[in-house]
């Protein structure tokens, strides 16, 4: 039985982490997984159900990497497996030590989609490449992943494969009643770039239109964003000036959002930036309308009047007028909308599939 240790170090309980719960719980029983993280959380406390747990010091990244090493010894792991750029590059460190470790990097999201400069960005791009040497296969989630991987990197091609995140069956959150235009939804922590201002900004311009108009933010709101203006104060104060304090509400983090997204039918997402995001085809894999930024792997799964709605970055004009649009559908052109996005997470994006495809490379592994 190979042993694969999931390098990933996360304080919150977000995409990344959902994709790896829904991998290993459904594989553990072929497969002995270990998690190396840096802080006791949801995330590892969930782990624990699925395999062992390893806390390490992340401040200093050799002492970092002798850590690991440590752990690659004791417990003969077979496959390291990193999900974001510095654990990828601890990764490669290892890879240094140990020629016989298997490095898998899962590109969920990479440098070009970052809030950093055009020069750092240059930077890592090349520190990528250097370091390429000691990643034995790169797993995208998206084209959009692989051609940065390609152009920016100059990843060689027969490094890469392209897998897609896999997505759990919603089925259970699949409206019963009538269709609700008026009551949104968004699933996102409280980050900056996920696009709250974007979203409360169009509530505004849809209020201006009906006051019935509201959406339910679900997602941890006590993140540390190092700017009031991107807390949840900061929203409240922005909802305030725009005079629609009366139409959101925060829910903070709800681990099974099942039962509050089964009374909605609309999902948006205006993030500023994105990899694939699992709340958009959660919310197809339940048959509702997802309205999100036209950003990263997002048209890849949405095609807009088609399997959902797509609005330009930051565009929160544009956002209201996609609502408005789905308004004046014909509810039979809005049922077809949630079925060809149903089909989308169905034939390419259910987690089973994924979980199969996962299996196939890690049995390629000698």
């Given at each position: 039985?190979?042993?694969?240790?999931?390098?990933?170090?996360?304080?919150s309980f977000g995409g990344i982490e959902h994709q790896i719960i829904n991998m290993v719980s459904r594989s553990n029983k072929n497969y002995k997984y270990i998690l190396i993280t840096h802080i006791k959380s949801e995330f590892s406390e969930e782990f624990k159900k699925y395999g062992k747990v390893f806390l390490i010091d992340t401040t200093k990244l050799f002492e970092s990497k002798k850590r690991i090493m440590k752990i690659v010894d004791e417990e003969s792991i077979d496959i390291l497996q990193s999900h974001m750029l510095r654990e990828h590059y601890i990764c490669c460190l290892c890879k240094m030590v140990s020629k016989k470790i298997y490095h898998i990097f899962r590109v969920h999201t990479y440098i070009n989609c970052s809030f950093?400069?055009?020069?750092?960005?240059?930077?890592?791009?090349?520190?990528?490449?250097?370091?390429?040497?000691?990643?034995?296969?790169?797993?995208?989630?998206?084209?959009?992943?692989?051609?940065?991987?390609?152009?920016?990197?100059?990843?060689?091609?027969?490094?890469?494969?392209?897998?897609?995140?896999?997505?759990?069956?919603?089925?259970?959150?699949?409206?019963?009643?009538?269709?609700?235009?008026?009551?949104?939804?968004?699933?996102?922590?409280?980050?900056?770039?996920?696009?709250?201002?974007?979203?409360?900004?169009?509530?505004?311009?849809?209020?201006?239109?009906?006051?019935?108009?509201?959406?339910?933010?679900i997602g941890s709101?006590?993140?540390?964003?190092?700017?009031?203006?991107?807390?949840?104060?900061?929203?409240?104060?922005?909802?305030?000036?725009?005079?629609?304090?009366?139409?959101?509400?925060?829910?903070g983090y709800i681990k099974d959002v099942t039962s509050v997204l089964k009374d909605k039918s609309i999902v948006i997402l205006p993030s500023y930036s994105e990899g694939t995001p699992n709340c958009l085809l959660e919310a197809?894999?339940?048959?509702?309308?997802?309205?999100?930024?036209?950003?990263?792997?997002?048209?890849?799964?949405?095609?807009?009047?088609?399997?959902?709605?797509?609005?330009?970055?930051?565009?929160?004009?544009?956002?209201?007028?996609?609502?408005?649009?789905?308004?004046?559908?014909?509810?039979?052109?809005?049922?077809?909308?949630?079925?060809n996005g149903y089909n989308t997470w169905l034939n390419e994006y259910n987690v089973e599939k994924i979980c199969e495809e996962f299996k196939k490379i890690y049995e390629e592994v000698e």
């Open positions: 039985m190979k042993t694969i240790a999931i390098v990933r170090f996360a304080a950093i400069s055009s020069y750092k960005k240059f930077l890592y791009h090349a520190l990528s490449k250097l370091l390429s040497r000691f990643v034995d296969l790169y797993l995208p989630i998206s084209k959009v992943n692989y051609d940065e991987l390609c152009k920016y990197s100059r990843i060689n091609k027969k490094k890469i494969r392209i897998l897609h995140d896999g997505v759990r069956d919603m089925s259970k959150a699949t409206s019963s009643g009538d269709f609700d235009y008026y009551s949104l939804i968004m699933i996102a922590n409280l980050v900056y770039g996920k696009g709250h201002d974007v979203a409360i900004r169009a509530l505004a311009e849809l209020v201006a239109k009906d006051k019935k108009y509201n959406i339910t933010f709101t006590d993140v540390d964003n190092g700017n009031d203006e991107y807390s949840l104060n900061g929203f409240n104060k922005l909802a305030k000036e725009l005079n629609v304090l009366d139409n959101i509400k925060f829910l197809m894999s339940a048959k509702k309308i997802v309205v999100a930024s036209s950003v990263g792997g997002v048209p890849e799964f949405v095609e807009d009047s088609v399997s959902g709605f797509l609005h330009e970055n930051k565009n929160y004009h544009e956002l209201a007028n996609k609502v408005l649009k789905i308004k004046k559908l014909p509810k039979s052109i809005i049922n077809e909308i949630a079925d």
